[in-house]
């Protein structure tokens, strides 16, 4: 029953490195999302898949880009790492539009 | 882009007592949802509204859904340290077509002592 999985779960990077994030989901849910959360901000929206062939800009897209890669993944990339993208990051999943959002644990990334 | 205002920020109470935070906006929602986020954990689903004026209780927590679209509280009674955490409100805005993205409050800390 593992829901929304995200790896890895914790990543220190150097500026100006590379790296993706995986996040799959085994709830066969059409629509998948990535956030991120800073200490006071809340949840804000990176990009999001509303359906399978699907991608758009959410609040926050500057420095990164995604890629639904099948229904059950959606990964994130960052191409080149800065010091202000250091945060926790979550990916989440829903059946339909009107259906509440369901969230993985997370991936704490720190750019050094 | 949308705003949703969650207050308090944040909430020490003792064990026992009641609890009440809320989220306000300036526009219509149509779906209101409340969430909890453990530490070291994601998110997760408490209480889904769908209807202005609905009111929905999971154990010791009720949540309800303004009867002007624009609102909606959650009330946890009884409290006991298992309900530290954040909690936040999440809304869909009314669009009048399909709207797959949630604005969230920043969220309430609440902080129980035993």
């Known amino acids: 029953n593992a829901g929304v999985t995200q790896t890895p779960k914790f990543q220190v990077l150097k500026t100006g490195q590379s790296m993706t994030l995986q996040c799959a989901q085994d709830?066969?849910?059409?629509?998948m999302y990535w956030y991120r959360q800073d200490p006071g901000m809340g949840l804000r929206l990176i990009y999001y898949s509303a359906s399978e062939g699907t991608t758009d800009k959410g609040e926050v897209p500057n420095g990164y880009n995604v890629s639904r890669l099948n229904k059950r993944e959606f990964s994130l990339r960052l191409e080149s790492a800065a010091p202000s993208q250091t945060s926790v990051y979550f990916c989440?999943?829903?059946?339909?539009?009107?259906?509440?959002?369901?969230f993985g644990d997370g991936t704490r990334l720190s750019i050094l | 882009g949308q705003q949703l205002n969650q207050s308090p920020q944040s909430m020490f109470i003792q064990e026992g007592e009641d609890v009440s935070m809320n989220c306000t906006s300036s526009?219509?929602?149509?779906?209101w949802l409340w969430y909890k986020q453990d530490p070291g954990e994601g998110p997760v689903l408490l209480i889904a509204l769908y209807k202005a004026g609905e009111l929905t209780s999971n154990g010791r927590l009720t949540a309800q859904f303004g009867t002007t679209r624009k609102d909606s509280f959650l009330n946890i009674s009884a409290s006991i340290p298992s309900d530290v955490g954040i909690y936040f409100c999440a809304g869909r805005p009314y669009s009048g077509g399909s709207n797959y993205k949630l604005t969230f409050g920043k969220g309430t800390l609440l902080t129980v002592n035993p």
């Open positions: 526009s219509i929602f149509n779906t």
């Open positions: 709830m066969n849910h059409n629509s």
């Open positions: 989440a999943s829903t059946s339909g539009n009107n259906q509440p959002q369901h």
